[in-house]
């Protein structure tokens, strides 16, 4: 790519995505789409239908550095600064772990849950990093009230920015903290109709084998939860129950191979009726649920 050259929109497109294909990115095609859209500030589909367009020298100079790092593998959602989630655009920054579509079962659960109850429903969202799961789950029921808590401020900055962003802010409360300790249980909520949190749950052998993407660029705080993965779990899993009412739920997200360690530690709790589980579209185990009796 020079900048002598006269580039249109189609056939920089066709370069990024070639180059981005050489460096082994995953998805070169889709990555040069949201790459070259967030420089244009164009929709992805507004580049088809501005296929011969020029791009300014200007335009090409910030594409120039994007297409760079995209190339030594740092995620596109940090260069484009946005992602998809649960059909609905997240800010993303690189202070918190990218949403990943795995999650949207989560969210999806969450919100059937709590269409089967009346009433105004309060939930925690534990971990909530960019937010995503707090933002879906009030953008799709809307009689609830949700605190959310991280213990990292800089992802509540972003969390607080798609708060913003989806008109929010009197339903979602951000608290920075450890797990609970932010809520204040007189002044916040008695106790909660359901609990969702997706937890850092990578044990030490897998962080160490994660894509570069994933393990160079985003925050080991939010991935990695000790030798088995399953520190954070044990953390949640002992105090959670005091936090909710009776007939109330936790869900919980899930490593492919945590659903017995898991399920395991939520029936030692022994507050807990109904516990299941289930299976993502890449037939990983995904979710756990726990009814509390
Ligand atoms: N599923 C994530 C990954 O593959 C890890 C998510 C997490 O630790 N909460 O990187």
């Keep these: ?31 040069a789409e949201i790459l070259l859209s967030s420089v244009l500030g164009l929709k992805r589909i507004e580049l088809y239908t501005q296929f011969e367009k020029i791009v300014t020298e200007e335009q090409l100079a910030g594409l120039h550095d994007l297409v760079e790092r995209a190339g030594k593998h740092e995620p596109i959602a940090y260069l484009a600064g946005k992602t998809g989630f649960y059909s609905l655009e997240l800010d993303i920054t690189a202070d918190c772990m990218i949403p990943r579509p795995e999650t949207e079962l989560l969210v999806e659960r969450a919100i059937e849950f709590l269409r089967t109850r009346s009433g105004k429903q309060f939930v925690c969202d534990l971990c909530t990093g960019s937010g995503c799961i707090a933002v879906a789950i009030a953008r799709n029921y809307h009689d609830c009230q949700i605190i959310a808590t991280d213990i990292c401020d800089a992802a509540l900055s972003v969390a607080a920015k798609n708060v913003e962003k989806h008109g929010l802010k009197e339903r979602i409360k951000l608290l920075c903290g450890d797990l609970f300790d932010p809520i204040m249980p007189q002044l916040d909520v008695e106790k909660f109709d359901l609990i969702v949190c997706n937890p850092p749950y990578v044990s030490a052998a897998e962080f160490e084998k994660l894509d570069k993407n994933v393990k160079d660029y985003e925050p080991k705080l939010a991935l990695f939860a000790g030798d088995e993965g399953l520190d954070i779990y044990r953390r949640i899993i002992e105090r959670v129950g005091t936090f909710l009412k009776s007939d109330a739920a936790v869900m919980l ?41």
């Design 253 to 293: 997200e899930i490593g492919y191979n945590q659903r017995q360690a898991v399920k395991q530690l939520l029936e030692q709790a022994g507050c807990f009726g109904g516990i299941t589980t289930e299976k993502d579209h890449f037939d990983n185990d995904r979710i756990v649920i726990a009814k509390k009796i």
């Design 1 to 31: 790519m020079t900048t002598n050259d006269v580039w249109t929109i189609q056939k920089l497109l066709n370069w990024v995505a070639e180059y981005l294909k050489n460096k082994g990115v995953d998805s070169p095609r889709l990555s």
